[in-house]
């Protein structure tokens, strides 16, 4: 009782201490452009990032023991989902496009509406929702208790050996450590060959026509919410509408929420098709012409499309340093 | 008996002990170190809000070309609201769990503003960023489109004209946003929007998209700034952060109040205490005086002992001197008795043999004593001995020796002697000596002795046995007494009377 955890004013003034001096460090060289860098390396318990890679995999955290995270998370596709709603246990349709799993530390929130505040929010939802695991963390644990090796792992890494949180806690440091720092990156770090001429007037473009406005920072996007529709009624691109298309109104309830969603990150966006919340886009080309109309509000001619299209492929980075071998069965 | 008294002693012990711990748990329960945690976590709470804000209005007005540094700071809001959370233990009047709560829900209204901010920023922004553009790109369409109707050419300036008006009058309207400007903004609008169907189909859609960029400009730009209003200039974070502050101080006073009032139980828990061991100590003093007299008593007491077994021992050997005289010494006369008289002719022979001296026996036996006694009575014949003794004891050598051998037979040992006459001289003394008593008790009486004498000269001490010299003696004054008493015979002689 009277040994207090103590107040991690220290703790806190970390990462903000590491910041700075990157900041410092590169402070010569880095662009002071609305697109930041990913940080070169992420400072893990690699031990904790193993185990959650295990379970990341494992199929056993599904009901019907067929799905896993990695079934929706596909890392050949930029750890996005290539179908366009996942599937869930008994072959359950999903209401949207899973985004990628890739670089998600640095969204804002977590999922299309946000709903999830943390990465680990995000593991606890998908863990009980009837169209992704269908399952409770009883019935995990269960199953789970009786594989002895991974018992004796999680004694390993954590003192209270096998829970729920340690599973949740596992799972995000996993997450954490999939960033995929890309030729961009190397660009935005002074490094100007980096990405080619062409590349650059696509990045230009990129600002010009304003796509610059949501998707910036660290993640190009991921840390804001936009309206789906700012210069057009969304409501006119398909018929009927489901659910997910109110976006973050099914959180908050608000109307003015209707047709929110958060600004998806388009790092590794060249591999993250089919595109938005409900995978309605199957090309780099479509997405992009629906964001012109929609968002924009705006005519761009087929070069600057291309420029645009060449500029995004430049944010496909390195797939994780951790990169697993999938599970067969 | 003890045992229960130990256990009593025992327990007692191990109550005060456990008091004790008590209050000190309970001055100790209390984190004080909790305000040096509490206090700067909250002030970087307000640093880190200031910068929010002044992050927000940096956006507001372009000098932030991205949104993190809106964003990140709810992260670390949030951490420091959980740490806040840590000073809920000292909640005693639960005032500070409402204010957290309160602050909790300010930041969360406050996040709710931020996003909407974010989200109408970026409109408004990709809009303004355009605008100018579009007003370029219109006029360059308007060139190319170069018309030999001439009244549609003076429409196509006027609409010029209009444009950049509204061009002006927009980002007038952005740097100061007010009703006027507002007003006019829309009056232009209104009326381009009112030609927009007398164009070209090119010209007519570039209109369009320019006006639709131009209301949202006019309506975002009035909307931000309400919610800007509502950011900074409400202040609810700071009202809530200091309310949260007062809150605590508040609890901590209590909480310190609280410690106070324990650290004076335990100081008037050791007063007691102290008293206690007071009290035992004067005790034990008590018991170490009285064990003090006790043991001086004993050693008086020990002292009284010594002396008089002193004093009995003493008693003693004068006891054991007298039995000693006793065995020696005839009681009534004072001189030797028959036992020792045996011992000194043993010696007196040995003497004589070994210095060639000579020895006499002498035997004395009174005349009439028996007569005296029987018609004066036994007290009075003891008197008679008594004198004889004295008389004739003082008159001989110190190396003789006299002892009488029972009723009125006494003996005389003259050691060293040189010749026989020397005996005579002293034959003579004691009849002289003995006649001379002639009263006792009053009464007059005659006395006088018979004396037989045996002699021995140098060199013959070992051919006898004292027996043999008293023998001898006995039958030399036999033939005293035989020869009419009151004279003297030596055994190898006539009687001398």
């Known amino acids: 009782m009277r040994t207090l955890k103590p107040f991690s004013l220290i703790a806190l003034c970390i990462p903000a201490t590491i910041a700075c001096a990157e900041a410092i460090s590169v402070s010569s060289s880095l662009l002071n452009e609305p697109i930041r860098p990913l940080p070169q390396s992420m400072s893990l318990d690699e031990k904790k990032v193993l185990l959650g890679q295990k379970i990341f995999f494992d199929k056993r955290l599904s009901r019907d023991n067929k799905i896993s995270c990695a079934s929706c998370h596909d890392f050949s596709k930029g750890g996005a989902d290539p179908r366009q709603y996942s599937l869930g246990v008994d072959g359950r349709v999903g209401p949207i496009n899973s985004p990628s799993v890739f670089n998600t530390v640095f969204n804002f929130r977590q999922l299309w509406n946000g709903k999830a505040q943390s990465l680990e929010d995000q593991v606890e939802m998908v863990i009980q929702n009837p169209v992704v695991f269908d399952t409770t963390w009883q019935e995990i644990l269960n199953k789970l208790s009786k594989d002895k090796a991974l018992v004796q792992d999680f004694n390993k890494v954590y003192t209270d050996g096998l829970q729920s949180k340690n599973i949740v806690d596992a799972v995000s440091m996993f997450e954490r450590s999939l960033v995929t720092p890309s030729r961009f990156d190397a660009y935005l770090r002074g490094n100007p060959d980096a990405i080619t001429s062409e590349e650059k007037q696509g990045y230009k473009k990129f600002k010009d026509y304003g796509c610059i406005a949501c ?22 691109r398909k018929t009927p509408p489901s659910e997910a298309d109110l976006g973050r109104y099914t959180v908050t309830k608000k109307e003015r929420d209707k047709y929110v969603f958060k600004v998806p990150s388009l790092r590794n966006v060249a591999l993250t098709a089919p595109y938005f919340h409900d995978g309605s886009a199957a090309t780099l080309e479509d997405a992009l012409d629906v964001m012109f109309i929609y968002q924009l509000g705006r005519k761009a001619s087929n070069e600057d499309k291309t420029l645009i299209i060449k500029f995004l492929n430049t944010l496909t980075g390195k797939p994780p340093k951790t990169m697993p071998v999938e599970q067969k069965k | 008996m003890t045992f229960w008294r130990r256990l009593l002693t025992a327990s007692s012990f191990m109550v005060l002990l456990l008091f004790s711990g008590w209050l000190y748990y309970k001055t100790q329960a209390v984190n004080i170190d909790l305000q040096d945690q509490f206090t700067p976590e909250l002030r970087a709470l307000k640093q880190l809000d200031v910068e929010w804000d002044a992050n927000i209005l940096k956006s507001r007005i372009g000098i932030n070309n991205n949104y993190d540094p809106v964003t990140t700071p709810l992260n670390y809001v949030r951490n420091m609201e959980e740490h806040l959370g840590l000073s809920l233990q000292i909640d005693r009047g639960n005032t500070l769990s409402p204010a957290l709560t309160k602050l909790k829900s300010i930041f969360n209204e406050k996040e709710e503003l931020v996003e909407q901010f974010k989200s109408q920023n970026a409109i408004l922004r990709n809009s303004l960023h355009y605008f100018p553009t579009a007003v370029e790109e219109f006029n360059q369409l308007l060139k190319h489109a170069v018309t030999k109707d001439s009244i549609q050419k003076r429409a196509f300036d006027k609409m010029e004209i209009k444009v950049n008006a509204l061009l002006t009058t927009i980002l007038r309207f952005n740097l100061t946003p007010d009703t006027d400007l507002e007003r006019k903004v829309r009056l232009i609008i209104d009326a381009i929007e009112a030609d927009i169907p007398g164009y070209p189909a090119e010209l007519k859609e570039s209109l369009t998209l320019m006006m639709k960029h131009a209301r949202i400009l006019l309506r975002q730009r009035m909307k931000e700034d309400e919610l800007i209003a509502q950011i900074t200039t409400a202040s609810t974070t700071v009202q809530g952060m200091n309310d949260l502050s007062h809150a605590f101080d508040v609890e901590f006073q209590e909480v310190l109040r609280e410690k106070q009032r324990y650290r004076t139980y335990s100081f008037i828990y050791s007063g007691l205490l102290l008293i206690l061991l007071a009290y035992a100590a004067v005790r034990q003093a008590h018991s170490f005086k009285l064990i003090d007299q006790a043991n001086k008593r004993l050693h008086m007491a020990n002292e009284t002992l010594e002396q008089r077994v002193a004093e009995r021992t003493i008693e003693l050997e004068k006891q054991s001197a007298q039995l000693a005289e006793m065995a020696t010494h005839d009681t009534l006369t004072g001189l030797i008795n028959r036992r020792q008289l045996m011992s000194h002719l043993e010696r007196a022979l040995l003497y004589a043999q070994r210095r060639a001296r000579g020895v006499a026996v002498m035997f004395i036996d009174l005349d009439g004593f028996k007569a005296v006694n029987d018609r004066f009575g036994h007290a009075a014949g003891d008197m008679v001995l008594q004198e004889v ?109």
């Open chain 1, 215 to 236: 998707h910036q920072g660290i993640n190009v996007g991921g840390n804001m919410f936009q309206v789906f529709g700012v210069m057009s009624d969304v409501r006119n």
């Open chain 2, 389 to 497: 003794a004295r008389r004739v004891g003082s008159h001989i050598r110190e190396v003789d020796s006299m002892a009488r051998l029972g009723g009125d037979e006494f003996i005389i040992l003259l050691d060293d002697l040189n010749a026989k006459t020397d005996a005579v001289r002293v034959a003579e003394m004691v009849l002289r000596q003995i006649e001379s008593i002639i009263e006792v008790d009053g009464h007059a009486i005659k006395m006088s002795a018979s004396i037989g004498i045996h002699s021995i000269l140098g060199g013959q001490g070992m051919q006898y046995t004292p027996n043999d010299l008293l023998n001898q003696a006995d039958q030399a004054m036999y033939q005293a007494k035989q020869r009419g008493k009151n004279c003297f015979c030596f055994s190898d002689e006539q009687a001398v009377c």
